[in-house]
């Protein structure tokens, strides 16, 4: 007997469910080990070596440690023909503030669907290949963006991953997330050095260049777009009072829509430090330590992942494909790279928190640590994942769609 692609749908759901629950205290365990040890950019070797030794302890799966030349990556294949989905499981921690972005629940909730996925697809014994990546760094440096280098997503058909926030209070998924283009630069001034009580007029100020640029880049904000954001820190800055400081430098980050407008605005930022350079007397160069892009949206893989997304959620009004409550939060990340290159999708969801909290800080990180109510969210949508994953896979028309309307908006 021939089933209908509703009912294979329907068993295959019920599949999810049934695998999804057989290995949920592995994800909480990952999540929790992972958030009692917080590891920051490049330097995520616990999290790395935690979950690439529990998938080597099925001894079905290729493990890579160190994968593509970074060496706090990891990559777990399922090689079974057919297209290859990719899971994406952020390891970094914030400094000081540990897992407040909540990427233990990120890399738990990419196990969870990979896995699960897996496993349906050996029940049913139907084809596709399916990989886990471990991706360092999306905090700062780039990890993605080594890992696209290396080759890591080379022969990835379509990637997937989830993102928990603070909705103060609203229960919700939303499909999909907007995330900005974004570079991370430092401006580096360099005076010269007198004795700042007795021939201070022989001195160069390089602080003094700084703190002049945060003033210019500070009325420049003024006239920026509604979207547009820029911040920053002082770097690298004088240890003493009675020495005009020689070099100091500044860094800035700054965001807009698209890579076009975002160099629009570096080289307003790039004006205002070479400003600051002239009025102090010092010299400035600039570097880019890493660029983010824009996230390509696909339509028809929103509406996969949408529809997915509504068979697991728990009510009708969880699930949200606009929501003007999102519409001004603004946010950036190296998964924008990645979909420049390959279709992605990264859906957002909300964990219970306290009022008034926002990613980024400790509160967040608590209730990120908070397994009993972090963790089913987290794997409503890793069950998502793995469904519209899934279909990708199965669906040949709909990966058609995928792929035509992620060619025709590739920028870069």
């Known amino acids: 007997m021939t089933l209908s692609k509703m009912e294979i749908e329907s068993q295959v759901i019920e599949a999810i469910d049934h695998f999804t629950e057989k290995y949920t205290k592995d994800f909480e365990r990952i999540a929790g080990e992972m958030y009692k040890n917080p590891e920051v950019a490049f330097e995520e070797k616990f999290a790395h070596d935690l979950i690439a030794s529990y998938f080597e302890s099925f001894g079905e799966f290729k493990v890579t440690r160190h994968?593509?030349?970074?060496?706090?990556?990891?990559?777990?294949?399922?090689?079974?023909?057919?297209?290859t989905v990719n899971f994406n499981a952020e390891l970094d921690a914030l400094p000081e503030i540990g897992h407040g972005c909540g990427h233990n629940l990120i890399a738990a909730g990419s196990c969870a669907a990979f896995l699960v996925l897996v496993r349906v697809l050996q029940k049913f014994n139907m084809p596709g290949s399916v990989q886990l990546l471990g991706t360092?760094?999306?905090?700062?440096?780039?990890?993605?963006?080594?890992?696209?280098?290396?080759?890591?997503?080379?022969?990835v058909d379509v990637s997937f991953m989830s993102h928990p926030i603070a909705t103060n209070g609203l229960d919700m998924i939303m499909v999909p997330s907007i995330f900005l283009a974004t570079s991370y630069r430092e401006y580096e001034f360099t005076g010269k050095s007198a004795h700042a009580a007795a021939f201070p007029w022989e001195g160069v100020n390089a602080l003094d260049a700084c703190v002049a640029s945060w003033v210019n880049v500070s009325l420049l904000r003024q006239q920026i777009k509604p979207h547009e954001r820029i911040h920053g820190f002082f770097k690298d800055g004088p240890t003493v009072a009675n020495v005009i400081p020689e070099s100091a430098k500044v860094v800035f980050q700054f965001r807009s829509k698209?890579?076009?407008?975002?160099?629009?605005?570096?080289?307003?930022?790039?004006?205002?430090?070479?400003?600051?350079?002239?009025?102090?007397?010092?010299?400035?160069?600039?570097?880019?330590?890493?660029?983010?892009?824009?996230?390509?949206?696909?339509?028809?893989?929103?509406?996969?992942?949408?529809?997915?997304?509504?068979?697991?959620?728990?009510?009708?009004?969880?699930?949200?494909?606009?929501?003007?409550?999102?519409?001004?939060?603004?946010?950036?990340?190296?998964?924008?790279?990645?979909s420049q290159e390959i279709p992605a999708i990264h859906l957002v969801y909300s964990i219970p928190t306290l009022?008034?909290?926002?990613?980024?800080?400790?509160?967040?990180?608590?209730?990120?640590?908070q397994l009993s109510t972090s963790m089913p969210p987290t794997l409503i949508t890793a069950k998502s994942n793995a469904l519209s994953a899934f279909k990708v896979l199965q669906d040949d028309g709909l990966y058609a769609k995928v792929e035509k309307e992620h060619k025709a908006q590739v920028k870069y």
């Open 258 to 338: 698209t890579r076009k407008e975002l160099e629009s605005l570096a080289s307003r930022v790039e004006n205002c430090c070479n400003a600051a350079a002239l009025a102090t007397g010092c010299t400035m160069k600039s570097k880019e330590v890493f660029c983010y892009l824009d996230m390509i949206q696909v339509p028809s893989l929103i509406e996969a992942c949408y529809e997915s997304t509504k068979k697991y959620a728990q009510t009708d009004t969880q699930v949200l494909s606009e929501n003007s409550i999102m519409k001004d939060i603004y946010g950036s990340s190296d998964i924008g790279n990645v």
């Open 136 to 155: 360092p760094a999306e905090e700062s440096l780039g990890g993605k963006c080594h890992l696209l280098k290396g080759g890591a997503y080379k022969n």
């Open 67 to 83: 994968a593509y030349g970074v060496q706090t990556a990891f990559e777990v294949l399922f090689e079974n023909g057919g297209r």
């Open 355 to 369: 009022e008034n909290c926002a990613q980024h800080s400790h509160v967040f990180a608590q209730s990120a640590g």
